[in-house]
């Protein structure tokens, strides 16, 4: 292996396993996003930028966005600004805009559906948002993102101010190993469940080895990755790596985080995304608390108390390795591109529906709203196990 692939490979792990270590998101204000390319032989560094209202000072790593070291866009000698909002631009906090922590509440997870968008079963307005995709032409399911602005105090809606959307990894695929459910790109060890969707393949069995692909994904550990996206890209796309959403720190702000089980000691103690979570109190769906531990994907809602801890009122297991709580896709909106009940298309996604029976399928036409469900997405086709009409 030569010098540039060892560098590569280890900027990967150690991107990683740093933003699982600060917490995934440092106290700027501002969202920036970072990265971590590479040309052949060098390796470049993007600070991505912490444009927010906040104040103070940051040094070499900008927990928030995932720069390393970078220039950003901040004032300053190059490394980020530091300050004590949210992380959403709002800055939220002494010193900040005066927006209230309920403008300000953050959810940061894989795109669930649209309709408009749907994160960890928050369904958000965004008619009105801002709308910030990196590497992407649109929100597609799988995506993971960071959706800014009010919601109930169930978690089931909200009205976004802003949504931003990044990969986490692109690069060619050096290994594959699908009875371990399981591929490895830019020295990270990617995995697969049920819930990832596969943009243009059918599945991990068909991934080639030195193909490129560009990975949308939950941190699961140091240098691993739980993909809840995964497409084929050119081979001529430059890698990266590292990239990754702030989390608000303020103290009363409602947080909702998707991810991976790290560190767990009990419901009351563990941890999403580097961030501390006591679910002690939460209402527990999608399979049985004694369940709970390391490698679980769980979706966590909840507020942020003084010591930075995430008290979550609901927490949802969404997979549980070896079988029970199926992924749940949804698309809200009218028909359009319509062929056949097995080929038509929602909200731009491609969708299948000759798998279920439907009450009124002659209805079926563009124009017309149906709200459909499906578990598995596979050559960028939803595979539907519902649909109703509006």
Known sequence: MNTTKLLRAGLGSMLLALLLSCGGGGDYSGTGSGSITTDGSTVVVDGGGAPGSGSGSGSGVDGGGGSVGGSGSSPGDGTSTAGNGTGDGSGVGSGGTGVSTAD??????????????????????????????????????????????????????????????????????????????????????????????????????????????????????????????????????????????????????????????????????????????????????????????????????????????????????????????????TLIGAVSEYVSPADFRVRGQRVDASGVTITGIGQLANGVRVNVQGTQVVNGVLLLTQLSFE
Do not use: C
């Open 104 to 329: 300000a509440a953050t959810s940061v997870g894989g795109v669930d559906g649209m309709g408009s968008i749907i994160v960890g079963g928050l369904r958000y307005d965004i008619d009105k948002a801002t709308i910030d995709l990196k590497e992407a032409s649109q929100l597609q399911i799988g995506m993971t993102v960071a959706v800014t602005g009010p919601v109930d105090a169930a978690f089931t809606s909200g009205v976004a101010t802003k949504v931003v959307s990044v990969p986490q990894l692109r690069g060619p695929v050096t290994s594959v190993d699908v009875a371990g459910g399981s591929f490895e790109l830019q020295g990270v060890d990617v995995s697969v469940d049920e819930g990832t969707v596969w943009g243009d393949l059918p599945g991990l069995a068909s991934l080639p080895v030195n193909s490129t692909v560009q990975v949308w994904g939950l941190p699961s550990g140091p240098g691993m990755l739980r993909a809840t996206r995964v497409e084929t890209r050119s081979a001529g796309d430059a890698p990266l790596a590292g990239e990754w959403y702030a989390i608000p720190t303020q103290a009363g702000v409602q947080v909702q985080l998707e991810g991976v089980i790290t560190d767990y000691a009990s419901q009351g103690a563990f941890k999403l995304l580097g961030q501390s979570i006591d679910a002690s109190a939460a209402a527990v769906t999608g399979g049985q608390p004694d369940r709970l531990g390391d490698g679980i994907k769980v979706v966590a809602s909840g507020t942020l108390n003084a010591s930075g801890v995430l008290v979550a009122s609901k927490l949802k297991i969404r997979h549980l390795p070896g079988g029970g709580a199926l992924p749940a896709f």
